[in-house]
Nanobody
Framework: QEEVVESGGGLVQPGGSLRLSCVFSGSHFIFTIMSWYRQAPGKQRELVASAPSDNVITYHPSVKGRFTISRDHIKKTAYLQMNNLKPKDTAVYYC????????WGQGIQVTVAS
């Protein structure tokens, strides 16, 4: 059964950085769309960044220029590098892997506060 496991969240001050990791246990990682979503309290889950491949990447407008999604095909891992974090980035972040089916991680808390 395919799974994704996130790591790397935590508490950071405004302006700081964090890197989230998402390890995919399934096969055919190269054909799998890897994405990061987030859900803040009282809000709907939203797409933060998506990488169907190394050359096709999309970002939510609010994170463009600050966040970078990347893929390591050998480690079957997707990363979300988050720089210049703001309090509004506080949320539970979820990794999603999608090929024939959609697989969600358990979510990881990111808190940006001074």
């Amino acid at each position: 059964q395919e799974e994704v496991v996130e790591s790397g969240g935590g508490l950071v001050q405004p302006g700081g950085s964090l890197r989230l990791s998402c390890v995919f246990s399934g096969s055919h990682f190269i054909f799998t769309i890897m994405s990061w979503y987030r859900q803040a309290p009282g809000k709907q889950r939203e797409l933060v960044a998506s990488a169907p491949s190394d050359n096709v990447i999309t970002y939510h407008p609010s994170v463009k220029g600050r966040f970078t999604i990347s893929r390591d095909h050998i480690k079957k891992t997707a990363y979300l590098q988050m720089n210049n974090l703001k309090p509004k980035d506080t949320a539970v972040y979820y990794c999603n892997a999608h090929r024939l089916q959609s697989v969600w991680g358990q979510g990881i808390q990111v808190t940006v506060a001074s």
